[in-house]
């Protein structure tokens, strides 16, 4: 709570200066509209407020806004002509206001699609500790959790009975799910105006590839091995099983000379390389070049690749890598019992 830290943190520098005995440095909390009085009320009253830096001011001072409150450090001047005989003395003030605003886990989501959204990605099995602070409000707020279903009728939240800190253990690859943190004190409670923050969490695990082939419309066995003959046209499919996020980048891998790169985020995937990473043969290149790329389904990066020449390739591989880890598998191709 950016807030409360920096209240705690003038609370000890008043402290530091309460240590003369004088019982003029006091504490006050007030509300806005009262007045802050000075410590005598028969002599002038001169005071700074230390944390804004703002000119000085005469006591008694009404207070219009939280800007007011603060550590004041004040001079009680008894006699005008003879500044030695001014008195110094320190009022630490409070303003009671409701909160207005909060501060989460997690980043921006990369939809954008509220300023009031977080997005959070855990890894599977992992723990991990969700916060939600007030960056206004006195008295201090408090933080309550809810589990919100979005349903047809309408958004129902669960209230999961924690304050606080929210602590998630050994997390479930099911449980992907939007949380809520409401935060308020008493006065937001008065007005009925509690603030709330969407925590959008995403549980993902390390990507698990898997790849199928097509040959003249048939799908072919499961194995790293596969025949090709000339003038055959072969599917390749590459599918990365790490759905729900994070994003995940698959590559088509041609005997590390041609490499063809999708990236796949939560609603969307597309291609955004593809390039020979050594030089070839005109004839090489014109084979890799003729590639054909299909639509980009999720997390599935498919091409059909017709006339595939076998002196120029000798395996195919997909990778898939996600901020958890990486999964790769390869695909012989071997020369079949071909027809000349």
């Avoid at 609370?11 to 006091?26: E, L, Q, Y």
């Avoid at 201090?140 to 589990?147: A, D, K, M, Y």
């Amino acid at each position: 709570m950016s807030r409360w830290y920096g209240t705690l943190l003038l609370a000890v520098v008043f402290t530091a200066h309460s240590c003369d005995g004088n019982d003029s440095n006091r504490t006050e909390v007030l509300n806005i509209g009262d007045t802050l009085k000075p410590t005598e009320k028969k002599n002038l009253n001169i005071c700074q407020n230390v944390n804004t830096g703002e000119e000085t001011v005469e006591l008694p001072l009404t207070i219009t806004s939280t800007n007011d409150g603060g550590l004041y450090r004040c001079m009680n001047i008894k006699n005008l002509s003879n500044p030695i005989e001014t008195t110094k003395y320190y009022v630490m003030v409070f303003i009671r206001h409701e909160v207005s605003s909060v501060i989460a886990s997690g980043d921006i989501c990369a939809d954008n699609s509220s300023s009031n959204s977080m997005c959070l990605t855990i890894e599977e099995g992992a723990s991990t500790t969700l916060w939600c602070n007030a960056t206004d409000g006195y008295p201090t707020p408090i933080v309550r959790w809810f589990i919100r279903d979005n349903n047809k009728i309408g958004n129902k939240d669960t209230d999961l009975g924690i304050e606080g800190q929210l602590i998630i253990h050994n997390i479930s690859y099911e449980c992907t799910s939007l949380l809520v943190c409401k935060v308020g004190n008493y006065i937001n409670k008065e007005k009925k105006s509690t603030v709330e923050k969407l925590i959008k969490v995403y549980v993902g695990r390390q990507p698990n590839v898997a790849i199928t082939t097509l040959k003249d419309g048939k799908r072919q066995n499961s194995n790293t091995n596969i025949s090709i003959c000339p003038r055959d046209g072969m599917v390749f499919s590459c599918y990365a099983n790490t759905s729900p996020p994070p994003d995940v980048v698959i590559r088509w891998n041609m005997s590390d000379i041609y490499i063809l790169t999708w990236n796949f985020t939560l609603n969307s995937g597309w291609n955004t390389a593809a390039y020979f990473t050594s030089d070839v043969s005109i004839t090489c290149k014109t084979k890799f070049d003729s590639i054909i790329q299909h639509d980009k389904n999720p997390l599935n990066a498919t091409i059909e690749w017709k006339n595939i020449d076998l002196d120029c390739v000798s395996y195919i591989k997909c990778e898939a890598a996600n901020m958890f880890g990486k999964d790769i598998k390869t695909l012989n191709l071997m020369k079949g019992q071909c027809q000349d």
